[in-house]
């Protein structure tokens, strides 16, 4: 079966330039990490936008744009009709404290808005804007002029995204079919195990009845349609809560090591799911997605946090996971090239993907919370 339709809307190479910056008492020497400027990234025209947060670095007249992922967001095929005149909007602010903290104490530096056409994007990659653009704000209903004005770096760019859709056919712990769907098609491909070392069989309480089994030893075993194993995720540390506590800590994380067949018989490690309830009186669940290879450190492709009450997406997406900190060669420019997925052109140098023998692997999964399992 052929995959499903997706486009991707990728916003990065993020930079700002003043007047200041070329004042010789300017070192143009910050760290993106320490930056006073970060930005909201907008994808408008699309019903419940996402909005991200990204720094943005603070460079002198003299330096290069650093060349990195900001923000992504994707949708299929079917949905391209439904978006009328969409835009990226992208508002930049300067702040003493960590964005991801204080929002209240930020100061607006001004706003641009880039249209998209996206009508070609299923078929090819499109470049929106690659470039300086003056960043402009509302003063007194007068528009700063362009001298005046912070000047942001910036590219936006869409591409065809190709994904294959599987969906269980039941609850794990059923043993259930999985499919792979395109629309209303669908057809199996796999076949999943589940099983436990337990002798008792595994008790589902209610929802006052605290569960009595750990889940330690619990595993779902993944075969093709041939019976042959294909994949195994096994839980190597229960989900105990801290003492004291009815809750699963940070420092004492329940996890899930997922390994594959290496030949004659043998499995090897893959990666490796960690889970946790953040402290306080949060309903969020944290979560580290790591992969294990074989002669590297673990290099983690996902943290996030998911909220129990109303569920969220858990994502794996090397493309703006792999950055220049954490690959061997370099950076990733958004504007160049033909394409910006990893290994599908110039425009990418994401080495770490061919040590893991993966290009451009992208994995999502829905979760339902609380409320709607009621």
């Not at 993020?14 to 910050?30: D, M, Q, Y």
Request: glycine share 8%; hydrophobic share 30%.
């Amino acid at each position: 079966m052929d995959p499903c339709s997706f486009v991707r809307v990728l916003v990065g190479n993020l930079a700002i330039k003043s007047p200041a910056s070329s004042n010789p008492s300017f070192s143009g020497k910050v760290h993106p990490s320490s930056s006073p400027c970060y930005c909201k990234i907008k994808l408008r025209g699309v019903d419940s936008p996402p909005c991200h947060v990204a720094t943005v670095p603070l460079i002198s007249e003299s330096e290069t744009h650093p060349h990195s992922l900001a923000a992504s967001f994707d949708f299929p095929k079917s949905q391209l009709s439904n978006i009328k005149n969409p835009f990226i909007k992208i508002s930049v602010y300067k702040t003493r404290t960590n964005p991801s903290c204080v929002f209240n104490s930020s100061k607006l530096l001004g706003q641009i808005s880039i249209p998209l056409d996206l009508t070609l994007s299923e078929s090819r990659p499109c470049s929106f804007h690659n470039g300086w653009v003056a960043l402009t704000k509302s003063n007194n209903n007068k528009t700063e002029t362009q001298t005046q004005a912070q000047l942001l770096h910036l590219t936006i760019r869409s591409e065809p995204d190709p994904r294959f859709i599987f969906r269980f056919d039941g609850e794990p712990e059923c043993s259930p079919q999985v499919f792979q769907v395109k629309g209303d098609v669908k057809q199996p491909v796999f076949t999943c195990k589940f099983s436990f070392r337990d002798r008792n069989p595994v008790q589902f309480h209610a929802a006052n009845h605290p569960m009595v089994a750990d889940r330690k030893g619990w595993s779902i075993t993944i075969h093709d349609l041939s019976g042959s194993p294909v994949a195994c995720a096994s839980m190597v540390t229960p989900f105990v809560p801290s003492p004291g506590s009815q809750r699963v800590s940070k420092s004492n994380p329940g996890a899930w090591l997922i390994i594959r067949p290496d030949g004659d018989g043998t499995w090897k490690p893959w990666g490796r799911l960690e889970a946790w309830r953040e402290p306080g009186n949060s309903n969020d669940v944290g979560y580290r997605f790591d992969v294990l290879p074989a002669t590297a450190d673990p290099v983690t492709l996902a943290a996030c946090t998911i909220n129990s009450q109303h569920g969220g997406k858990f994502t794996i997406d090397v493309t703006p996971g792999v950055t220049p900190a954490s690959t061997p060669h370099g950076s990733w420019d958004l504007g160049s090239g033909t394409s910006s997925r990893p290994g599908s052109g110039s425009g990418s140098d994401f080495s770490l993907e061919n040590q893991f023998f993966y290009r451009g692997f992208v994995m999502s999964a829905r979760f339902d919370g609380e409320k709607k399992l009621v």
